[in-house]
């Protein structure tokens, strides 16, 4: 007669009292590798993007922006290949896949179409643009 019954609320509580661990962190996940330690492609394809603002920055606008193209084929070909990218997973691995390659292979051919002297001339591009815009 004298028992009671202890409830507990399913209710996320008002005042946390601690914090909680980071989701894949060494202690959480046994025997893996620390969180900071699995983002290295996210961080090879952000500092390869980065080295290749600053080299458009400095007026090399071709050879930075194929840098930039460049690092997104990379990070395509890093999520194909590799079980464990970190935070260069966002979406599915085909979605990743594809968004990251097109970008990168469209960011290469702008850069290599750019005006002065171009290095690709693509033909039939030049014939849309008479046909779409007549003046």
Do not use: N
């Not at 400095?58 to 690092?71: E, H, K, M, P």
């Not at 960011?107 to 290095?119: E, K, Y």
């Amino acid at each position: 007669m004298g028992e009671e019954v202890v409830r507990r609320s399913r209710r996320f509580p008002r005042i946390t009292r601690d914090t909680a661990r980071p989701e894949g962190s060494g202690r959480a996940v046994a025997g893996a590798r620390s969180v900071q330690a699995r983002q290295w492609p996210m961080l090879a394809v952000l500092g390869t993007v980065g080295v290749g603002l600053l080299v458009t920055a400095f007026d090399q606008f071709r050879v930075g922006s194929i840098l930039v193209g460049v690092a997104l084929i990379g990070g395509a070909a890093m999520r194909w290949v590799m079980p464990d990218v970190g935070m260069l997973a966002v979406r599915s691995r085909f979605t990743d896949i594809v968004t990251y390659g097109v970008l990168g292979v469209v960011i290469v051919l702008l850069a290599l179409m750019a005006q002065p002297d171009p290095l690709l001339q693509i033909p039939f591009l030049k014939d849309t643009l008479h046909f779409t815009v007549q003046t």
